[in-house]
């Protein structure tokens, strides 16, 4: 059986570190700031980062985040701080609001703390721009250091957590305080099926930021010693895994070989374990033939880059998941399955139905990294 996953830990905004010795003070540089909830922000964040040093192999990159260092193009300079804390998950289907909010108020609560510890690494290394992947207090800090700043995202904290003010209508302070750090930006790249936005003054849309794995199906699964006589499936729920589902009904399933990601490698009868760990994660994806998951922009956008059917669940009253549905949806091949039939193993009758679709896929751009690169290169630059 796989071994449980972390959760995600919570970040203390009242640890204050120095970090401003970690790169050369004579080179302009950027900084992207990137919240550690799950691992989506961070994926695309890296494709980002790999196209900006593709174009400018000369510029410095600082990526600060809760987000595992693991996540990023080693090319990048990387500490661990911390800016916001996303939503607090017990695990990869089940958030804990009351954490959230008592950990967002403390964010906010030591929020000029933090903007003096950040512009003084701003001023340490000539940060010419801010990049955020999207922590609202990035955006003031830039507007501190008067220097221009650019969001690349799908949605903002401020419209998560307004569709909680019901029930936690202490959100209410924090939310419009975020308004106010998110409206400091110069420009917001919007990605596909993003949340409304307004709180942006300057939006453009971009095309998926996703990654691309070079190899044929062949060839990933042989990196991987994954068989050819089975349907081959990944269970994906992101860093935080789902230790809930029902091991030994999915070990029944003998015409399927399940493979997932956390703990040690481990071959447990058709389930292959996988250190968290996985750089070319996109290699996996294109090794197997169906995902099942949670839709989170991540394995959404892979799944679409290499034309990989999806069964999807529900993930609660989370915004993002209407929108990443509808893409699902439109640009992939999908079947949803409910969670008290994931979690009772009777996947067979929806991965067969999955299965069965018509296996066609429209021309998707996804070339969205290149066109971000360009544009906050731009903003570097001072063209926009």
């Known amino acids: ?30 900084v992207y700031y990137i919240t550690g909830h799950g691992y989506g922000h961070a994926v695309r964040s890296g494709q980002v980062i790999r196209r900006l040093k593709h174009t400018r192999p000369d510029l410095d990159i600082h990526v600060r985040t809760t987000a595992p260092d693991w996540l990023f193009p080693k090319t990048a300079r990387y500490t661990r701080e911390c800016l916001d804390v996303g939503v607090v998950q017990r695990d990869s289907l089940e958030m804990d609001l009351d954490a959230t909010l008592n950990e967002c108020r403390m964010i906010h609560d ?12 701003v ?6 721009v801010i990049v955020g992947d999207i922590p609202p207090l990035c955006f003031k800090i830039a507007d501190r250091a008067a220097i221009p700043s650019v969001a690349v995202t799908n949605f903002t904290w401020d419209g998560i957590y307004g569709a909680y003010l019901e029930e936690y209508p ?25 949340l409304e936005m307004n709180v942006f003054k300057r939006r453009e849309p971009i095309p998926w930021i996703a990654r691309h794995c070079a190899s044929t199906k062949v060839e990933a699964r042989n990196q991987f010693n994954l068989p050819n006589s089975a349907t081959i499936v990944l269970l994906s729920f992101g860093g935080l895994g789902l230790q ?17 990601t956390g703990g ?60 990443l ?38 021309t998707v751009a996804l070339n969205g990294a290149q066109l971000a690169a360009q544009k906050i290169l731009a903003v570097y630059s001072g063209q926009t």
């Open 123 to 128: 001023r340490a290394h000539d940060v010419r």
């Open 170 to 194: 202490e959100f209410e302070p924090l939310i419009e305080e975020m308004r106010q750090w998110y409206a400091k930006a110069t420009l917001a790249l919007a990605l596909p099926y993003a």
């Open 244 to 260: 809930r589902l029902p091991w030994d009904k999915l070990k029944q399933m003998r015409d399927c070989f399940f493979v997932t």
């Open 325 to 362: 549905v509808q893409g699902l949806n439109d640009c992939a091949i999908a079947e949803f399955i409910p969670q008290t039939e994931l979690f009772a193993g009777n996947l067979g009758p929806y991965l067969k139905r999955l299965l069965a679709k018509k296996q066609h896929w429209p």
């Open 110 to 121: 030591t929020a000029p703390r933090i903007v003096e510890r950040e512009l003084a690494f």
């Open 1 to 30: 059986m796989p071994p449980a996953n972390l959760t995600i830990l919570a970040c203390d905004p009242n640890v204050i570190t120095d970090n401003t010795h970690t790169s050369k003070a004579n080179l302009s540089s950027i």
């Open 264 to 323: 040690k490698n481990k071959l447990d009868g058709n389930i292959l374990t996988l250190p968290d760990a996985q750089r070319q994660y996109e290699d996996l994806v294109r090794a197997v033939d169906v995902i099942v998951t949670k839709p989170g922009y991540g394995i959404v956008a892979d799944a679409i880059a290499h034309h990989v059917p999806v069964l999807y669940t529900d993930r609660g009253e989370f915004p993002e998941y209407p929108r």
